[in-house]
């Protein structure tokens, strides 16, 4: 069982930065691919980035490449989200989720254990 609370989201402005944490429990956090989708409202959750178990291994969304980079801290139990140059359009609930196969994927289908999110707003 991997619990995952996210954290870092608030409102900011175009062309702003934001940091977002999930900070998951469990010993065995090292061993899971971990990712994180958004939500916008009325629309569907979408992929935004994964990060392997060993961390080695990062896939993106096309349109965050070069703005969003995806990271982990393995003796924090804790995966990292860092935003730059964050637009309108990024606006939306962000979650982080844990994939216990341990490769990167994009598909939700494929992650075990979902956090309850953090609002991202980013005003034009």
């Known amino acids: 069982q991997v619990q995952l609370v996210e954290s870092g989201g608030g409102l900011v402005q175009a062309g702003g930065s934001l940091r977002l944490s999930c900070a998951a429990s469990?010993?065995?956090?090292?061993?899971?691919?971990m990712g994180w989708f958004r939500q916008a409202p009325g629309k569907e959750r979408e992929f935004v980035a994964a990060?392997?178990?060993?961390?080695?291994?990062?896939y993106y969304l096309d349109s965050v490449k070069g703005r969003f980079t995806i990271s982990r801290d393995n003796a924090k139990n804790t995966v990292y989200l860092q935003m730059n140059s964050l637009k309108p359009e990024d606006t939306g609930v962000y979650y982080c989720?844990?994939?216990?196969?341990?490769?990167?994927?994009?598909?939700?289908?494929?992650?075990?254990?979902w956090g309850q999110g953090t609002q991202v707003t980013v005003s034009s």
């Open positions: 990060i392997s178990w060993g961390g080695g291994r990062t």
């Open positions: 469990g010993r065995t956090f090292s061993s899971y691919a």
């Open positions: 989720a844990a994939d216990h196969s341990g490769s990167i994927s994009q598909f939700r289908r494929e992650y075990d254990y």
